[in-house]
């Protein structure tokens, strides 16, 4: 049975890279000789990455390993009619929402308690992980405080 390396993250992990180089989870598999399914969004919130994860997760096998690339925390979903929305610090207002709502929500984020929330999700996964035999590890490409000493 081959092994499957699973990417979950932002635009960190993303395939969408406009460059002629390859991305690192290409580069991983290839060297592994694994296959790769590279569940990444660009400009993604930690929430998606998360739900990302739940949605895949009972196609994750024994063996394989699953890569999460957790974003930014000030990162948040909004919903807009019927769809909930990746907002970032970069993103000027959205209809319906405004610019003071979404620079509020963001000078929230900025508290350590919703650090927590990604540390209840790495235990969530790590269980599950436990469960299915396979392989987990975590990582931030710009948010040293989801660094979390297990």
Known sequence: MSKTIWV????YSSENKKSEVKNWPNTLSEKFGCSLKNMSIDK????????????????????????IGWGLV???????????????KDDISFEGISKEYIDGTINDRQSEKWCEQIYYYENIIDELSKSKGFRTFYWSSNEDRLIYPN
């Not at 993604?44 to 890569?67: E, G, H, M, R």
């Open 8 to 11: 979950f993250g932002d635009s």
């Open 74 to 88: 000030e990162n948040f979903r909004a919903s807009v009619g019927s769809e909930l929305i990746n907002i970032s």
């Open 44 to 67: 993604t919130s930690n929430y998606q990455i998360f739900d990302d994860f739940c949605y895949c997760c009972d196609l994750i096998k024994s063996n394989d390993i699953v890569i």
